[in-house]
Each structure stands twice: as structure tokens, then as C-alpha cells.
């Protein structure tokens, strides 16, 4: 597994966007997390607004005993969207994404489970010269396995998104922005049966964008916060840097 992933981390760092990639969710046993990926977004049919974006990424949380976001080494992700840009104001696309996640708990010897997730996204667009505005609904399929692929005790859960996303221009060529999200979810787990919905956790994020000059690299640098429950009863708090090349296998 890791050299898997670090043979694709290679990979897409030796390539050469507009668009952060904001950090996974840890649980609610997780203080501080550090979050690094590297993405691809390529034009598969820029006339029709067709792109793939994948990305790999690393999240680390706190130790035991500290809120060094450095500490451990929690989860590694590869995930593989298409999106269709299909009118000015709507975009749609579908996903599947590969999570290996370390399962802290109190006292090792600590639990390691595999995912294999299925999404789609579906989004309305409010454009504007300054300031661009979305709204997103994302129903997304969890499916849990041990490291030998038998079925983990929490088999499933059917998870849904409602997000908002806020982009501000710094610059004359939209080369620097600020981006604010928020994102609401509720879910289903399956363990025996089917539990019932439940509102489970919220995402608030901001993040400062910057495309380099005359080259399509964009970095971004942010920041999120992850309440649990209605009633907020535990926060995690996230650092993020992601890197996303734009068309490193050339143009139409």
C-alpha cells in the first residue's frame, strides 16, 4: 500500500486549476489534522465542458497525548472524478475513491480499515465577475473492509452533502482567491441493518488560492473546522495544502 501510493504521489508531482481539495473527515477522536494532496484536472473534451481530476492525498492527526496535527500517519486517499460542464449555471460529475485509514484507538495494537467509495455531485453555479457562487448536493456510497477485504463491523453507510461555496477574486486575472465552503451531512450506517438518518457532522473551510504565473499550477493553503452533532459536541481542526496541475498532458 504505501508504495502504491507514493509510486502515484511520484507520478503526479513529476507532471506539469482552480479548485481546492479539501481534507477528509477523521472521526470525532480527532483534535488536529494535517491534510497534503497533489491533483491532475485534465480537459478530456473542453468543447463540451468533459474534465477528470484525480487526486492522492495524505492526512496526519494529533498523537496520543498532544495536538500536533503531525503526529501520526491516519489515512491515504486515490480518487478519480469525471465532471460534465454541461450549461453555464450546472455541472454534474461521478466518483469513485480508495481510502486506507489507521483506526487510533486508545491503545495499540491499533485497527486499520480499507474503503471504497462511490459518489456523485451535482451542482448549481452563480457566477459573477468579483465574487462565484455553488451549491452542491453529493449522495455518496461507503463500503468498509478489513486489510484482507472481509467486511468490516460498520459494512456501509449511505452518507448525503449539502455544501455552499463562496469564491472571491483578489486580482484582476483571478489568479489569487479566497474560497469559503460549508458543508452539512447526514447518514445511514449499516452494521446488521440499517440504522435510521441522523445529522452527523458540519465542515466550515476557508482557503486562499494562488495560480502561479503562466503556469498551470495552482496551490492552495487553507483551513477547516469539523463540528460534530447538532449540538457541536466536539470540533476538529484541520490544516490543508493540496497542489493541482491543469492539462499536464497538453490541450485539445
Partial sequence: MKFTFGAVLFFL????????????????????SSWFAVGVKQDL???????????????SINGDGNDTPFGRAMIYVINQEIEHHFAKRWKYS?????????????????????EIRLYGRYSYLIPGTFTNFSFT????????????????????????????????NLSPDKSKR?????????ASNKED???AWQYRESRFSVYYSHQLPNRNITLNL????????????????????D????NPFGEE
Fill in 222 to 241: 487553507g483551513y477547516m473546522s469539523n463540528p460534530f452533532g447538532k449540538d457541536f459536541y466536539h470540533v476538529g481542526h484541520y490544516i490543508a495544502f
Fill in 137 to 168: 448536493f453529493r449522495p455518496e456510497l461507503r463500503l468498509f473492509y478489513t486489510p484482507e477485504f472481509d467486511p468490516y463491523k460498520n459494512k456501509a453507510q449511505f452518507r448525503t452533502r449539502f455544501a455552499s461555496k463562496m469564491t472571491v
Fill in 94 to 114: 461521478g466518483a469513485i475513491s480508495y481510502r486506507w485509514q489507521n483506526q487510533f484507538d486508545d491503545a495499540p495494537p491499533y485497527d486499520h480499515r480499507q
Fill in 243 to 246: 497542489i493541482t496541475l491543469r
Fill in 193 to 195: 441493518q440499517w440504522d
Fill in 45 to 59: 473534451n473542453a468543447e463540451k465542458g468533459i474534465t477528470s481530476t484525480t487526486y492522492a492525498g495524505m492526512g
Fill in 13 to 32: 508531482l513529476m507532471s506539469s486549476a482552480h479548485a481546492q481539495i479539501t481534507p477528509p473527515g477523521l472521526g470525532d477522536g480527532v483534535n488536529a
Fill in 178 to 186: 479566497l474560497i469559503a465552503a460549508a458543508e452539512f451531512l447526514i
